[in-house]
């Protein structure tokens, strides 16, 4: 919509396409073809983390934030359509955040002014890493599941959330008795070791307790010890409440982390996919036993 509004306004002045450009729009950007003069809006350098006057206003700065395997590409792509003025440019690439991370980001832009000299490309880049993380966590999980049933599909589906999400363990368990005051893992992995045996632990004083008595989602970012000391050597968590079709709570699936955790890991979209399969697989086994 942001770059409709600049195609729709071709009359306005130099100054009018520079006060749309430091305006609030996240990730809004003006190049001179074939010059080295760049625009970069203070939302662009915040979204990779430097404050206004952090990061020159010229294409060094700009294309040197480009990830290397992108950049050769972005560049042809970005000339190309500035030379044949083609209606509209949108593209996909990784940016380099300043404490190392990559952004996955998707540009849209269009050339402005007639003559050569006096155009201007203008862009927006939107942030699209969280859509590009549940996308790939879906897919490993999604495969690293299919055709799998019972043990082996809870085995699976612990086994690649955790190499997904990368997280040091992932378990799913089942309600041991009723009201739930102790639990029983139906599959444990952890990065150290692997699957390991299956085991029954008590609810109270562990994170788990909220998850499953409440039935909702608890995220623990950090700190996670200082608050239940019986998870000594843990930093995060994270845990989800399986519910079968009857609004009752059958289990859970959680994630445990040696580090503190950000909110990548809440990838709601690909839980809820699982999740409800996981219910599934515990109803069909309870109707089985």
């Not at 809004?28 to 430097?50: H, I, N, V, Y």
């Not at 969280?130 to 082996?152: M, N, P, S, Y």
């Amino acid at each position: 919509a942001a770059i409709d509004r600049l195609v729709g306004a071709q009359t306005r002045t130099e100054a009018g396409y520079l006060a749309a450009l430091q305006g609030s729009l996240d990730g809004m950007w003006e190049w001179q073809p074939g010059s080295t003069r760049a625009s970069l809006s203070p939302r662009w350098k915040g979204m990779l983390g430097f404050g206004p006057d952090e990061l020159a206003d010229d294409t060094a700065a700009w294309w040197g934030r480009v990830h290397e395997d992108d950049r050769a590409r972005w560049q042809a792509e970005l000339a190309r359509h500035a030379a044949e003025r083609t209606p509209r440019f949108e593209s996909e690439l990784r940016l380099r955040h300043r404490d190392g991370s990559v952004r996955h980001v998707l540009t849209r832009a269009v050339v402005l002014g007639g003559e050569a000299g006096e155009q201007r490309v203008i862009g927006l880049d939107a942030d699209v890493t969280r859509l590009k993380r549940v996308q790939a966590v879906l897919d490993a999980v999604a495969e690293g599941t299919a055709g799998t049933r019972g043990e082996r599909f809870f085995a699976a589906m612990v086994q690649h959330f955790a190499r997904a999400l990368e997280v040091d363990c992932a378990f799913v368990t089942e309600c041991a008795d009723d009201p739930p005051t102790r639990m029983r893992t139906l599959a444990f992995w952890t990065r150290e070791n692997g699957p390991r045996e299956n085991f029954e632990y008590l609810l109270a004083g562990t994170p788990c307790e909220a998850v499953v008595q409440g039935a909702e989602t608890c995220f623990h970012p950090e700190a996670l010890a200082e608050r239940f000391p019986r998870e000594a050597g843990w930093e995060a968590y994270l845990g989800m409440p399986i519910v079968s079709s009857e609004g009752r709570t059958l289990g859970h699936l959680a994630l445990l982390h040696r580090r503190p955790l950000g909110d990548e890991v809440l990838v709601d979209r690909v839980y809820r996919i699982f999740l409800a399969r996981a219910a599934a697989e515990m109803e069909r086994l309870q109707r089985s036993e």
